[in-house]
């Protein structure tokens, strides 16, 4: 079936450090592709998105693009902030069910100053 | 405006026991998800409902229900509850229901069941 499968955790950075969290999915069609956030204590939140192919989404300084060669979908940025520290979802909605979000499994970044 | 809420924030109850979880959209938004998130993995889809009717069912026995309510907020319902039901409930609600449509979450019911 469809599926996400992101990069393990956890991640630890420095302050000011480029951030990469991997990101490939399986799916038949084009699927729309989003990245979501959750911080400490907080609820899901969306981050971006990309509903096709060569899409770019970008959000508070991270980007992905929607790469069908490769069907993959990696978050980078470019220097990252210790409130950047959060768990970070892939995810999809298949392009045979509009309403359904499948969910990797989360990647743990943690920032230091 | 005010987010999607739940209730209640955290919750314990035994096995064999029966559980009603509950959420309120965000004004306007006629779509309701339920998700459960166990610890140290991804949310996955429980159902969705859109002006009150049943759109979609995850690969959840039967002992998991849901209905949506004619104000949009929605209740979870579990029967004869089990350990592993232990895990965040997390609801989100969208406009329509549709691709292109952005889910917005709650902060979950932190469920255990002892």
């Known amino acids: 079936g469809d599926s996400v499968t992101q990069m393990e955790g956890p991640v630890t950075l420095s302050e000011e450090a480029f951030l990469t969290i991997n990101c490939t999915y399986t799916?038949?069609?084009?699927?729309?592709l989003f990245w979501y956030v959750q911080y400490p204590g907080e609820g899901l939140q969306l981050l971006l998105k990309?509903?096709?192919?060569?899409d770019k989404g970008s959000n508070k300084g991270f980007e992905a693009t929607y790469r069908k060669e490769t069907t993959s979908f990696h978050l980078e940025k470019g220097s990252v902030q210790v409130s950047d520290s959060a768990v970070y979802f892939c995810?999809?909605?298949?392009?045979?069910?509009?309403?359904?979000?499948?969910f990797g499994a989360g990647t743990t970044v943690t920032v230091r100053a | 405006d005010a987010g999607v809420t739940q209730s209640p924030t955290h919750l314990i109850k035994t096995r064999g026991q029966h559980v009603t979880l509950r959420c309120s959209p965000i004004?306007?938004?006629?779509?309701v998800s339920w998700y459960q998130q166990v610890l140290g993995q991804g949310p996955q889809f429980i159902f969705q409902?859109?002006?009150?009717?049943?759109?979609g069912r995850g690969n959840f026995p039967d002992r998991f229900s849901a209905r949506q309510f004619p104000n949009y907020s929605s209740e979870l319902n579990v029967n004869a509850l089990l350990l592993g039901d232990s895990a965040l409930y997390l609801c989100?609600?969208?406009?329509?229901?549709?691709?292109?449509?952005?889910?917005?979450f709650g902060p979950g019911t932190r469920l255990t069941v002892l």
């Open positions: 989100a609600s969208s406009r329509r229901g549709e691709w292109a449509d952005t889910q917005y």
């Open positions: 799916a038949t069609g084009y699927p729309s």
């Open positions: 990309a509903t096709k192919a060569d």
């Open positions: 995810a999809l909605i298949p392009i045979s069910n509009d309403y359904k979000l499948s």
């Open positions: 004004s306007g938004h006629k779509s």
């Open positions: 409902y859109y002006e009150k009717e049943e759109r």
